[in-house]
C-alpha cells in the first residue's frame, strides 16, 4: 500500500518532465536518448528514495492524542473523576473512565480520548 502512495506522489512530477523534456527536443535542445536517459534518471531515484519514504506513508494514527491509546502514565493532579497525568514527560488533562478517584502518583493506561482529554484507567501492579 505504501508503494502504492509513493508512485502515485511521484506521478504529477513524472508527468511534467515528460512534457518538459518532450517540449525540449521538439525544440531541437536535446535528443531523443537524452530524454529517456533522464526519464531513467528519475525512476530510479523513486527506487533508491522509496525504503527512506516507506514507513511515513504507511497508515497509522494520524494525530498524537490518538498515540497515545494503550500508553502508560503517571497521575500527576488526582482524577475525581478528572485530572491530569503525565504520558512521556508531557501533562494531559485525563477522565478516569470507571468515574472513580485515582491518586497522584498511580499509574495509568490510556484507553481513549475525546478531543484533548484522555479517558484512562488504573493499572495493575504489572502496568
Same mark, same amino acid.
Not at 72 to 100: F, H, T, Y
Given at each position: 500500500?505504501?508503494?502504492i502512495r #509513493? ?6 512530477g513524472?508527468?511534467?518532465?515528460? +512534457?518538459? *523534456?518532450? #517540449? ?5 535542445? +536535446?535528443?531523443?536518448?537524452?530524454? +529517456? %536517459? ?10 533508491? *528514495?522509496?525504503?527512506?519514504?516507506? $514507513?511515513? *506513508? ?7 492524542? /490518538?498515540?497515545? &491509546? ?8 488526582? %482524577? ?14 485525563? $477522565?478516569? +473512565? ?13 484507553s481513549?480520548h $475525546?478531543?484533548? /482529554? *484522555? #479517558?484512562? &484507567?488504573?493499572?495493575?501492579?504489572n502496568?
Amino acid at each position: 500500500m505504501a508503494m502504492i502512495r #509513493y508512485a502515485a506522489l511521484q506521478v504529477p512530477g513524472f508527468l511534467i518532465a515528460v +512534457i518538459l *523534456l518532450n #517540449y525540449a527536443r521538439d525544440q531541437g535542445w +536535446i535528443s531523443g536518448f537524452t530524454v +529517456i %536517459l533522464i526519464l531513467a534518471v528519475l525512476v530510479a531515484k523513486d527506487v533508491v *528514495l522509496y525504503p527512506f519514504f516507506k $514507513k511515513a *506513508l504507511q497508515p497509522g494514527p494520524t494525530d498524537m492524542v /490518538t498515540r497515545l &491509546h494503550g500508553k502508560r502514565g503517571k497521575v500527576v493532579n488526582p %482524577l475525581d473523576p478528572e485530572g491530569q497525568v503525565n504520558i512521556n514527560g508531557v501533562i494531559w488533562n485525563a $477522565k478516569s +473512565i470507571d468515574g472513580m478517584m485515582v491518586e497522584a502518583g498511580s499509574r495509568v493506561l490510556v484507553s481513549g480520548h $475525546k478531543g484533548l /482529554t *484522555l #479517558y484512562v &484507567h488504573r493499572c495493575n501492579d504489572n502496568c
